[in-house]
């Protein structure tokens, strides 16, 4: 095919599709501008980059354009702009292959394979700019109800990382862009049919060359170093907020909404202690309130994930760990787990509202009007795997449940955790801890495990230190 395409390809075809590339693309700016005077839609250069706008943000500035500028962009911009992915991936492929062509005079010397390698580039942008002006055609006909999956940021920390990714990736460009156009640069040349190309085979050293190399990329370094240090520390999942977004501290007093997450085979329970409520599959926080998530899991290790609200933490068995996260837009949103756990993993996700705080208490009492009472026992049946589980609501909860589920002692006849570290650390229980040990039916198999010192029936441990 490449072939074919070398011997027919002319020098007009090269400058014809340039052309008429540019020439779209300049007078659809130029439409633009005219009907749409004063209003910056794209913020970079592949239109509406899916992610970076919050529904509303699109919404505020669908709304400032007004109804003319909407009818303009779905009757005018976006039907041009259908076009112009195409052009431009004519003029990239013919301009590509036009200068790679194993003839040619101004050719650079690559192989088929990776000559056919590159031409997916035009390729990912046409389809990229397709996906985008689908999902800008789909936001205009939904609005102004833009729905959350066209937009995705609503958490000033979720901007905050998309951000500092941005930054790395412009960074790392300023050392690579150079690199590949010299290297292009250099192959075109010093090719094999450029006779009046400097020809110097004895020199080996240039200080300056030398301190450019190494210089800029020890810059580039450090600027990542102190960028990811900053950034680092001011993302960590575990550190309080201080902020509600960039522009509004904290206020002084307030008390984040603390949520014990629990990943379970395989669904999700989150508990609230202030509300004394619990919910599976289904989670919710009031806007602009931090939200402190206290993290662990039942059995394997597992990942909370909220695209929106924040990134990703882990939740493994025994172990709690923490997110300290704030949703600033009112909506619905997907959370799931970003670990695989097992047959039902793909169907451990859940909902998340965020919600203005008067919605929030009635969803606090809804809970509790129509939930059930989760303890131990309750919790032991929920625990067995299942997948793809409704939302289940909770009224009440054992206030002791949570800590129970941490120490990997539930059931009450297994010794605790903190119980077993702490008797390890006084040097064990010798040869009597051997009697400790019993074994327990678990999931139709049995499993070892140490007894507890004491439980419910048996609270001074007597029938446990007996032979």
Request: proline content about 7%; glycine content about 8%; aromatic content about 12%.
């Amino acid at each position: 095919m490449l072939s074919v395409l070398d011997r027919r390809l002319k020098a007009w075809h090269f400058w014809l599709a340039n052309g008429l590339a540019l020439a779209w693309f300049a007078g659809m700016s130029f439409a633009t501008q005219a009907a749409l005077p004063g209003v910056k839609l794209f913020r970079c250069p592949i239109g509406l980059c899916l992610g970076y706008y919050s529904p509303i943000e699109l919404q505020t500035t669908l709304t400032k354009i007004g109804k003319s500028g909407r009818e303009f962009l779905a009757d005018t911009l976006l039907p041009l702009d259908m076009v112009l992915p195409a052009l431009l991936l004519i003029a990239l492929t013919i301009t590509y292959l036009w200068f790679s062509r194993p003839a040619g005079s101004f050719s650079v010397p690559l192989s088929p394979g990776a000559r056919y390698s590159f031409l997916c580039v035009p390729l990912f942008y046409c389809v990229a700019d397709y996906a985008e002006n689908w999902s800008l055609a789909e936001a205009l006909q939904a609005y102004p109800n833009i729905p959350y999956r066209l937009a995705r940021r609503a958490s000033f920390l979720t901007a905050a990382k998309s951000q500092l990714i941005v930054a790395s990736t412009l960074l790392m460009l300023l050392i690579i862009v150079p690199v590949i156009a010299l290297t292009l640069l250099f192959a075109w040349r010093y090719r094999q049919s450029n006779a009046s190309a400097t020809y110097t085979p004895d020199w080996d050293h240039s200080t300056r060359l030398e301190l450019v190399i190494w210089g800029a990329p020890l810059l580039i370094i450090i600027a990542l170093g102190a960028l990811t240090w900053i950034s680092t520390h001011k993302l960590d999942p575990y550190r309080p907020l201080d902020r509600i977004d960039a522009q509004r501290p904290v206020a002084a007093g307030t008390k984040p909404l603390v949520v014990q997450v629990v990943a379970l085979d395989w669904k999700w329970l989150f508990i609230y202690p202030e509300q004394g409520i619990a919910t599976v599959n289904e989670l919710a926080a009031p806007v602009d309130r931090p939200i402190e998530f206290r993290i662990t899991a039942s059995t394997v290790m597992n990942s909370f994930y909220v695209p929106a609200l924040a990134g990703q933490v882990y939740a493994m068995p025994g172990m709690e760990t923490k997110l300290h996260a704030v949703i600033n837009q009112p909506g619905d949103y997907e959370g799931f787990s970003a670990n695989y756990s097992g047959a039902g993993f793909s169907g451990m996700r859940f909902a998340f509202h965020g919600l203005p705080d008067a919605d929030f208490g009635r969803w606090v009492e809804r809970n509790r009007a129509e939930g059930a009472t989760l303890g131990r026992v309750d919790y032991l049946k929920l625990e067995q795997p299942s997948e793809r589980e409704p939302v289940r609501r909770y009224a009440k909860v054992d206030p002791k449940l949570y800590p129970a589920i941490l120490d990997r002692c539930v059931d009450g006849r297994q010794m605790c955790q903190s119980q077993m570290m702490a008797i390890d650390a006084a040097g064990g229980l010798g040869k009597g801890g051997v009697q400790g040990v019993e074994r327990q039916a678990w999931r139709g198999t049995q499993r070892a495990v140490v007894a507890a010192m004491c439980t419910p029936a048996d609270p001074y441990g007597t029938q446990a230190a007996q032979p």
